[in-house]
Every structure is written in C-alpha cells, then in structure tokens.
C-alpha cells in the first residue's frame, strides 16, 4: 500500500484556522494551537452573548417605554397593568416603535388604555 502525506490537507487546516484568527491580538493570531484556543472561546462568547442580546434589548425596550410614559404622568409597571387588564396585547417592542416613531398614536393608545 502506498504511503499516504497529509500536508496539503494539514496546511489548509492550519490556514484556515489562522485566517478566523485574523485581528486577533499576540500569538493569538499566528501561532496554531493559541489560535485553536482563541476561537474556541470566541464561538462560546458569540454563543452566550447571541442568548443575552435578547434580554438586553428586553430590558431597552422597559427603560424606553417607561420614560415615554413618563411624559403622560403614568408609570411603566401601571401601564403595563392596565394592559393586561384590559387584554390589549401589543409586545414591549412595538410600543416603543410607537413611542418613538408615531407619537400621536402612542398618546391615543395611552390615553385609551390607562381611561376609566
């Protein structure tokens, strides 16, 4: 059986693991095993931080609503209790997309949802 060299197979390994590895900083980005290393953490950083984006906009859009309706005399959390109260369903996001981009619809909806 003939003998089998793997280096054209193990270059293109090691170069496209340095080419991911680009604009990292120190050995990180041209030795092998540091390189190796490095992107292992970064997918898991990209991972984690993919799962907390979501909960960082969340937590935008609590912080954006509430000074909105600020403007109207009423809290964030009593808004929010008139909402469920009266079954109006519109998600955090949407209410800040009106807030921010169709005040007077944002007032009427206010004003709708916090009457007696």
Known sequence: MARVKRG????????????????????????????????????????????????????????QLS?????YGISYSKFMHHMHTQNVTVNRKMLTELANKQPDAFRALVADVTKK
């Open 8 to 63: 054209t197979i193990h270059s293109k390994r090691r170069a496209r693991i340095l080419r991911s590895a680009k604009g990292f900083r120190g050995h990180r980005k041209s030795k092998l095993r540091q390189a190796r290393q490095a992107l292992i953490k970064a997918g898991q950083y990209a991972l984690r931080d993919r799962r907390k984006k979501k909960s960082v906009f969340r937590a935008l859009w609590h912080v």
């Open 67 to 71: 000074a909105a309706l600020r403007a």
